[in-house]
Structure formats: structure tokens, C-alpha cells
């Protein structure tokens, strides 16, 4: 290495990753779904929801479209 340069050291998993989830293809529950319809309710945006929820925006979305709920679009 030559002097005068910086090596950056990145951490690919862990508690640094804030939106990664764990989470692959789990069924909903009563609660998660009873707490999507309330947060949609309250005019939450989808990237909210799903962090509240600790889901992707994809399934809550998803979801959301089954159950006919409209998710507010934050501009």
C-alpha cells in the first residue's frame, strides 16, 4: 500500500444494514394485516408501512393491493 492512501472497509451484513430484511416469503398474520389496514388508514406512505411492519415494500404493497387499500404517494 502506498502511503498517503485511505482503505475504506465496508461491512456487507449486519447492524449497519437498516433496510435489509431477513424476512423471505412469510405468510401474514392477523395483527401485521389489522396493522397494515390501521397505518394505510392513517395515510402513512408504503416505504413507512413496510419498515413498520418489517416487510419489503413490494409485499406490502402487494398486500395492500389484495385487501383493496389505497397507500398514500409521498411527493
Do not use: C, Y
Request: proline share 3%; hydrophobic share 35%; aromatic share 4%.
Amino acid at each position: 500500500m502506498r502511503p498517503g492512501f485511505i482503505v475504506a472497509v465496508t461491512q456487507t451484513k449486519g447492524p449497519l444494514m437498516k433496510d435489509h430484511f431477513e424476512r423471505h416469503r412469510q405468510a401474514w398474520t392477523t395483527d401485521e394485516i389489522q396493522k397494515l389496514n390501521r397505518l394505510a388508514g392513517k395515510g402513512m406512505s408504503l416505504k413507512a408501512i413496510a419498515k413498520s411492519l418489517t416487510r419489503s415494500e413490494e409485499s406490502t404493497k402487494k398486500r395492500a393491493k389484495e385487501d383493496k387499500l389505497t397507500i398514500r404517494k409521498v411527493r
